[in-house]
């Protein structure tokens, strides 16, 4: 139990779909993350939110929305996705007491794994 | 954005001290070296992070050289449990830090 919640654990979603993972955090952490992990491939980061604010938004596809509305609570909003975005979506906090703060260790949840058929 | 060279396996056997080496040869002055252990379907989890010289802590041991070019991860006396994708990061903070192939260690009874 790292603290760190991802709901659903398992969706299933065909192309027209439009549904939303969730991240809960109840570390008093200031910063959220969101990685892709894709079947043999390094975690890639997508989206970091300091302080409820995006700061970082790696060339995602606008298909990929997310949504920080406080500073425990992160959604990663899905639509039209394609078969090659199913993949192991892992939520992530920190402390960040600044953009240079070295200190954030990550939390990760245990991810909500999506196939897109 | 600093990058890694780690092997992409290792093999080992119960008891034995495991070392793994990662290789950041443009390291920033303002980078941090950490490490992240990741199991299957599961989300990494930190395991030690260090600057130079050396660091340890209850699970690993981090060696960093003066060069700060390379650093070893050390895990002592490993066990099965121990079996995991070992991930090496460098950079100043966490926006910055980027996962790579990781090493995929095997630890065998």
């Not at chain 1, 990685?35 to 700061?55: D, G």
């Not at chain 1, 509305?69 to 090659?84: A, G, K, W, Y």
Request: proline content about 6%.
């Amino acid at each position: 139990e790292t603290g760190v919640t991802q709901t659903p654990r398992h969706l299933v979603m065909g192309m027209t779909n439009k549904k939303s993972l969730k991240c809960e955090q109840h570390l008093g952490h200031n910063a959220m993350y969101w990685y892709k992990q894709s079947a043999k491939k390094p975690l890639e980061l997508m989206f970091v939110y300091n302080f409820k604010e995006q700061t970082e938004n790696n060339s995602v596809p606008s298909r990929f929305s997310p949504e920080c509305p406080n500073s425990s609570h992160l959604f990663l909003h899905l639509h039209t996705l394609q078969p090659e975005d199913s993949a192991l979506y892992l939520c992530a906090s920190s402390v960040m007491n600044d953009i240079w703060d070295h200190t954030g260790e990550l939390f990760f949840g245990e991810g909500s794994r999506l196939t897109v058929l | 954005l600093a990058k890694t060279t780690q092997p992409i396996s290792m093999d080992s056997y119960e008891g034995q001290e495991v070392n793994i080496t990662c290789s950041h040869n443009n390291i920033a002055t303002n980078d941090y070296i950490t490490w992240y252990q990741q199991f299957p379907s599961q989300g990494p989890r930190f395991i030690i992070q260090g600057y130079k010289t050396k660091v340890t802590n209850e699970v690993a041991s981090l060696f960093i050289p003066a060069d700060r070019k390379s650093s070893t991860l050390s895990l002592p006396r490993v066990s099965l449990s121990d079996t995991a994708v070992y991930y090496c990061l460098v950079g100043p903070n966490n926006n910055d830090m980027r996962f790579g192939a990781g090493t995929r260690l095997t630890v065998k009874p």
